[in-house]
């Protein structure tokens, strides 16, 4: 067997990139387009790409002296919740990617922490770290269904969009409410008597 076994990457996992074809000469590239399915837990708290749900890779992978470096967009749908009014909100999301993969035993390998600089492992590379960080960035906190959205009535929690105009409820004060009830006990006592 000539393919020895990667100690960490596997060669199938959709984000992990092959750069066996890539000749390790300064400056050479190669275009890299491929569909993959979107991890679990691609995104913020309340939006984020569906899991399985399709990711566009269009990546470019060059030969630098120390390493590999990978730059391009990823897109892919996303699906949330608007912040205020709490319904479903559909988008479509694309990040701008640029990382280095540093070589084995290269300077930049020796100089850098893995969190600052990838590194390649038997010539495989994991775009997934870069594309966890780079869709968080992209993502906004407290996503809205639009810019002005209203949110809910505090009375009823029904979005102000799904009301009528002049939507508003009867105001009964909690204290008023106990005070007549015990009126009408009063009554109800005087009138067994
Ligand atoms: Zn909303
Ligand atoms: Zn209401």
Redesign the pocket.
């Known amino acids: 067997m000539r393919d020895h076994q990667p100690k960490h990457l596997d060669v199938r996992a959709p984000l992990v990139l092959d750069t066996r074809d890539l000749p390790r000469r300064p400056g050479v590239q190669r275009a890299l387009s491929r569909v993959v399915p979107a991890p679990k837990d691609l995104g913020v708290e309340m939006i984020g790409v569906p899991e399985g749900s399709d990711l566009h890779l269009d990546l470019r992978m060059e030969s630098v002296s120390e390493g590999v470096l990978v730059s391009g967009t990823v897109s892919g749908d996303l699906e949330g919740e ?1 912040g ?2 709490l ?1 479903p909100i559909e988008d479509e999301l694309t990040v701008r990617i640029q990382e280095l993969y540093a070589y084995p035993d290269s300077a930049t390998e020796e100089t850098t922490d893995e969190d600052e600089v990838g590194r390649l492992q038997d010539d495989l590379l994991d775009l997934e770290p870069a594309l966890r960080d780079a869709v968080v960035l992209a993502l906004p906190v407290n996503p ?3 810019e002005d ?1 209203p ?1 809910l009535c505090p009375d009823c929690g029904t ?1 102000w969009d799904e009301l009528p105009e002049g939507h508003s409820h009867e105001q009964t004060d909690p204290r008023w409410a106990a005070l007549q009830g015990l009126i009408n006990k009063t009554e109800t006592v005087s009138t067994e008597e």
């Open positions: 608007c205020r009014c319904r809205l269904c639009r959205c949110g979005p």
